[in-house]
């Protein structure tokens, strides 16, 4: 059974950073793409950044290049997000989610396994 457990969230200032974390287990890690995307209050999911299984390929969301990074460590079968710059807008539950491709993609419906979500809130 995959399992996505989401980690490192919680309460920071405007121009804060945080590192998320998103430990799997339940299939080989190494061999997918993973992506993570997050759903404000009142507002539709969207996605915010996405890496192929080798961790050549990285898309980002327009709204947090130059702010934000994806990497993972595939010996720990662990992704993180890197989130710096944060802003109140980026106030959200983060999500991470696991392909059954190699390849990224920036599209939820291409995702198979989520996450619970972690919980991210800038303050001004």
């Known amino acids: 059974q995959v399992q996505l457990v989401e980690s490192g969230g919680g309460l920071v200032q405007a121009g804060g950073s945080l590192r998320l974390s998103c430990a799997a287990s339940g299939r080989t890690f190494s061999s997918y793409a993973m992506g993570w995307f997050r759903r404000a209050p009142g507002k539709e999911r969207e996605p915010v950044a996405a890496l192929s299984a080798s961790g050549g390929s990285i898309e980002l969301a327009d709204s947090v290049k130059g702010r934000f990074t994806i990497s993972r460590d595939n010996a720990k079968n662990t992704l993180y997000l890197y989130m710096n710059s944060l802003k109140p807008e980026d106030t959200a539950v983060y999500y991470c989610?696991?392909?059954?491709?190699?390849?990224?993609?920036?599209?939820?419906?291409?995702?198979?396994?989520w996450g619970q979500g972690t919980q991210v809130t800038v303050s001004s």
């Open positions: 989610a696991s392909r059954t491709h190699r390849l990224t993609s920036m599209s939820a419906t291409e995702y198979a396994y």
